[in-house]
């Protein structure tokens, strides 16, 4: 599959983070009270690659949607995302110091300023969506709300993180509660911003189903490069603590399969992903080439 | 107003929280997460007075509606004031070891979990709303999806929890950020109860817009009720450690009014309160007389 070959993949993510960065200076523009405003943005503004709201926007893109019907469910995507990380990083949960490149909400904020900012943004992503979507069914509009809250909450993200955390320091874990928490823990929310893309733009029961497989599939893959990337890369290269994994003693895929084993398997479920797309043809290359780029990382 | 003498509360109460705590149970079966079903079980189902459910159902049946279209609506309301309970009495908030005259969610399962299980409560909450409501038009599902949403975020309850931490321990807490406070983290969930019942029966914007002030004032009324208790009451009466505000060193309205002042203040919330139902005539008997209640609480 080389026809996403010709696609210029960093001029696309650099326009739709451009679109999605605006957006979201916008949404938490300082307001009363300050400090909790200030919590929120210093970790929501805090230069991710915006993964999910840029799948979110090629998804719509690739079924024949705009940028713009996108833009508010993609920006909520990033306000969960950032409220998980928020919350993953206090010292109750994976206690950890660093986030991309600085310091962790709670080291700047104080921990009860962090667990509200999260809390804040739980919410508030919710709320942006209802007020800034255009021109779309009120019954799309619940679905899409449907799909967000499920992949953050106990069926999602929260019980992948709580899976996670029973799992920490045991010998005992095996492979298929690994996928568990990473299908839940971060697959949930890359799924929801594929299937929201398509939701939204108004795509067929069959169509919302392939975007579907190819998010899990594309989940999982990302999270076996995180692994690897634990073992294999530097602070300054991932821009939080390294090895935390192996110091905390959690099972990873390295762990349990070895690193070359487990980039084998990131490769694999790439390729079975990018199947899914073969319907789409030439509208799928943005979401193409994000698979093969989330591959690339771990080489 | 007298005609609300004549209404049973404590047989309407019994019965609309048996509908709720029925329906509750039902929806936090266990599953998989077992301890996290466990801890959000723990603290739903550890015998609140289901005031914002009753309140949600009441207001429903008073504009035309029936208790089961306001049901998973109240139950939601449920969750997510137990969300933000389990949230505000961790350590690095309020520091509360005891609620409902049980220990503290985190004194339980962890704060890990504790705090895993207010996120999860918060998602779930909305999903179920979804999921379970009968017969109501997507636009104002919509619209009820939002009310909650943005009472319980940084414009509502977490908003005022915020700046409840930051007052702590200051002498410089007005009046006006007092009653921000308790507009927000306590008021707000009561408003949205009421407005959500209004607006699940297809009520009109004027009838929804008395119920809202008739909520504020409650709310209000309700806190500074809490308030007075927290100083005059027993451990055993409230089911939590009693003055802690005054150990918090918090700013309450018996500190700064007086309790005799604050008692009679609120007694006119209520009393305003009450006129915003004149309308509904014999419908508002039930809401009438949980009004009288929240007042009767302090003397």
Known sequence: MQFAAQFDLFDYLRMRQGLVNRELERAVASAYPERL???????????????????CIAACEATGGSAA?????????????????????????????????????????????????????????????IDNTRDVPSDRLLRVMRTLIHMVGVHGAVGGQ???????????????????I??????????????????LSGADEDLIARMSRFAQDLGLAFQIVDDVLDVTASREQLGKTPNKDQAARKATFPRLLGVEESVRRARDLVERAKTELLPLAGGAAALLSMADYVCARSS
Do not use: W
């Not at 994976?94 to 739980?122: C, P, Q, T």
């Open 37 to 55: 405003y200030d919590a929120m943005r210093y970790s929501l503004m805090s230069g991710g690659k915006r993964l999910r709201p840029v799948l």
């Open 69 to 129: 019907t996108a833009l508010p469910t993609a920006c909520a995507l990033e306000m969960l995302h950032t409220a998980t990380l928020i919350h993953d990083d206090l010292p109750a949960m994976d206690d950890d110091d660093y986030r991309r490149g600085r310091l962790s909400n709670h080291k700047v904020f104080g921990e009860g300023m962090a667990l509200l900012a999260g809390d804040a943004l739980l919410a508030y992503s919710l709320e942006f969506i």
């Open 162 to 180: 709580a899976v996670d955390m029973e799992s920490e320091g045991r010998d005992d874990v095996d492979l298929a509660t690994l996928e568990f």
């Open 182 to 199: 990473h299908t839940h823990k971060t697959g949930a929310l890359l799924e929801a911003a594929v299937v929201t893309g398509a939701v």
